[in-house]
């Protein structure tokens, strides 16, 4: 990968249907019009997946989704294969996010048979890793971060590219972030732990947990961060190009 941030839109279950398409259509038209130096790629809800791809389809931008089940197919009720999303003309699947390991009890052990499912696909992985608020308090964060990368496999998988989020899973939606320097510090531990794989430089290792139009450019500043994952900021248009536009070139 050469040395360009990459800017991840994490939707969630958010906005409606009809809302999420007209946003789409509106980040689309804004970036058109821009100089844009970063990657862009935006994970909206499974809905409204191909609705993006068509409407980013004469665009830079592209689409992943927020998750996929590690089979082709089976008897999986609720859940979209990874090959679902390759076959639509998804790019990219955030894996491994707080809100799945906590809200459906996700373990490193499953999110090592998607990423493993991942490379067989076209898809780039983004696996998502993060401290809780006592693993910081009890100054384990590190040690919390570097084990879920460990677990995941990732450093048994060779990916051409690979892509790392770091989310202190306490910063999430609470608009506070970690200073620059613990930001740095995590991110040289992760980088310390991929530099001994081949390839590590085709590594992306980006920043997420409370990223607004405020603390984007000091954080895109940081030595170590590639791009951010965002969450409630990417569902305002002009907040989100404003954070896109705070990248220095």
């Known amino acids: 990968m050469s040395n360009f941030k990459i800017i991840v839109a ?10 999420g398409i007209e946003l789409l259509k509106s980040i689309n038209q804004s970036i058109v019009r821009k100089k844009i130096s970063s990657k862009i790629v935006i994970c909206p809800p499974s809905l409204i997946i191909r609705d993006a791809i068509r409407i980013f389809s004469n ?21 979209l294969s990874y090959k679902m999303f390759e076959d639509i003309g998804c790019e990219y699947s955030i894996i491994g996010h707080s ?6 009890f996700e373990s490193n052990k499953l999110i090592f048979e998607k990423l493993n499912s991942l490379n067989k696909s076209k ?8 401290e809780s608020f006592d693993e910081k308090n009890s100054g384990k964060a590190s040690e919390a971060v570097i084990r879920q990368i460990n677990e995941s496999g990732i450093n048994e998988l060779e ?81 989100f190009i404003k954070i896109i536009e705070s990248v220095k070139i």
């Not at 994490?10 to 009809?18: D, L, Q």
């Not at 809100?99 to 459906?104: D, F, G």
């Not at 990916?159 to 506070?176: D, H, M, N, R, T």
């Not at 995590?186 to 947990?209: A, F």
Request: glycine share 10%; proline share 5%; hydrophobic share 35%.
């Open 10 to 19: 994490n939707w969630k279950m958010n906005p409606s249907i009809f809302e």
């Open 59 to 79: 665009s830079s931008i592209s689409v992943g989704s927020q998750d996929c089940h590690y089979a082709q197919i089976g008897p999986f009720t609720g859940d």
């Open 99 to 104: 809100e799945r390991r906590a809200n459906h």
């Open 123 to 130: 898809i780039m992985p983004i696996l998502c890793v993060g």
């Open 159 to 239: 990916f051409k590219q690979k892509i790392i989020a770091y989310e202190p899973i306490w910063a999430i939606g609470s608009g506070k972030t970690p200073t620059k320097d613990e930001i740095m510090t995590i991110h040289g531990k992760i980088r310390e732990k991929l530099n001994s794989k081949p390839n590590s430089n085709n590594i992306k290792v980006l920043y997420g947990g409370s990223v607004n139009v405020e603390n984007a450019s000091d954080i895109f500043s940081i030595k170590g961060v590639d791009g951010a994952l965002i969450g409630g900021a990417s569902l305002k248009q002009a907040d």
